[in-house]
């Protein structure tokens, strides 16, 4: 328990030098935005994730065999947009290899860019959400979760990769001390998995309780403080400087 606290406030705040610099308490601040955006897009897209590519994979078979309540098309949709992000993510990516805060800076302002059309559709249709909505929430989530996903990839933090969940979770019981492991970063780990469930279960309770630009416009000041923060750190450290691909 006491190497789970200590690694949990190594990554929360970060040591002086850490090679990472301040990137982990930063990925987690995304890793929160992953679950409110999804908690948004499942609950009031008709069943379909804007982050949770793997998901959406398993719900497009589902729709194609028929099950109620899910639909091909969105599916599609919001792998496409995803994609699209990703690619743009890509050449961001390629593009800042110097410097992974410049790299993070620019990914979150281009994600703020693109949640805050999301927000500004969601206003403009005053939380009703008809088939142009709908769609238009999913391209626009879509690509800013792509984006997300391409520089979480390029910065190679450990553990946070913002979406992906299983193998953070496979870590933490195959990794420990139990099954003969060295059990590496457990609060890392943990602080990851609370963190999406934070954002997931804000965004259900919000969806449920609240406007729907509630939600959005919270993902959005997340983003947005996310990249006025990296935007300050990035020119005070070297210690987070080189790129790592993923």
């Given at each position: 328990?006491?190497?789970?606290?200590?690694?949990?406030?190594?990554?929360?705040?970060?040591?002086?030098?850490?090679?990472?610099?301040?990137?982990?308490?930063?990925?987690?601040?995304?890793?929160?935005?992953?679950?409110?955006?999804?908690?948004?897009?499942?609950?009031?897209?008709?069943?379909?994730?804007?982050?949770?590519?793997?998901?959406?994979?398993?719900?497009?078979?589902?729709?194609?065999?028929?099950?109620?309540?899910?639909?091909?098309?969105?599916?599609?949709?919001?792998?496409?947009?995803?994609?699209?992000?990703?690619?743009?993510?890509?050449?961001?990516?390629?593009?800042?290899?110097?410097?992974?805060?410049?790299?993070?800076?620019?990914?979150?302002?281009?994600?703020?860019?693109?949640?805050?059309?999301?927000?500004?559709?969601?206003?403009?249709?005053?939380?009703?959400?008809?088939t142009g909505v709908r769609y238009a929430l999913i391209v626009s989530l879509g690509l800013a979760m792509g984006v997300q996903n391409a520089?979480?990839?390029?910065?190679?933090?450990?553990?946070?990769?913002?979406?992906?969940?299983?193998?953070?979770?496979?870590?933490?019981?195959?990794?420990?001390?139990?099954?003969?492991?060295?059990?590496?970063?457990?609060?890392?780990?943990?602080?990851?998995?609370?963190?999406?469930?934070?954002?997931?279960?804000?965004?259900?309770?919000?969806?449920?309780?609240?406007?729907?630009?509630?939600?959005?416009?919270?993902?959005?000041?997340?983003?947005?403080?996310?990249?006025?923060?990296?935007?300050?750190?990035?020119?005070?450290?070297?210690?987070?400087?080189?790129?790592?691909?993923?």
């Amino acid at each position: 328990m006491r190497r789970l606290l200590t690694d949990a406030a190594r990554t929360l705040v970060p040591p002086s030098g850490d090679r990472h610099g301040p990137l982990p308490p930063l990925m987690l601040a995304l890793t929160v935005v992953t679950g409110l955006v999804d908690a948004v897009s499942y609950l009031t897209l008709g069943h379909v994730f804007v982050a949770n590519m793997t998901g959406n994979v398993v719900f497009l078979g589902f729709a194609l065999a028929g099950a109620a309540g899910l639909s091909a098309l969105a599916s599609v949709v919001s792998l496409a947009a995803f994609l699209l992000g990703a690619l743009a993510g890509g050449r961001l990516g390629a593009r800042f290899a110097a410097h992974r805060g410049h790299l993070l800076r620019t990914a979150t302002a281009v994600q703020t860019a693109l949640v805050a059309v999301a927000v500004a559709v969601a206003a403009a249709a005053d939380g009703h959400v008809t088939t142009g909505v709908r769609y238009a929430l999913i391209v626009s989530l879509g690509l800013a979760m792509g984006v997300q996903n391409a520089a979480a990839r390029r910065l190679g933090v450990p553990d946070l990769t913002t979406t992906v969940l299983t193998l953070t979770l496979t870590g933490l019981a195959a990794d420990s001390s139990p099954a003969g492991g060295a059990a590496p970063r457990p609060g890392r780990r943990v602080l990851s998995v609370l963190a999406m469930f934070a954002g997931a279960l804000t965004g259900a309770v919000l969806t449920a309780h609240a406007h729907l630009v509630v939600t959005l416009g919270l993902a959005l000041v997340l983003l947005a403080v996310t990249s006025l923060t990296t935007h300050r750190l990035s020119t005070a450290g070297a210690a987070w400087a080189g790129t790592q691909a993923g």
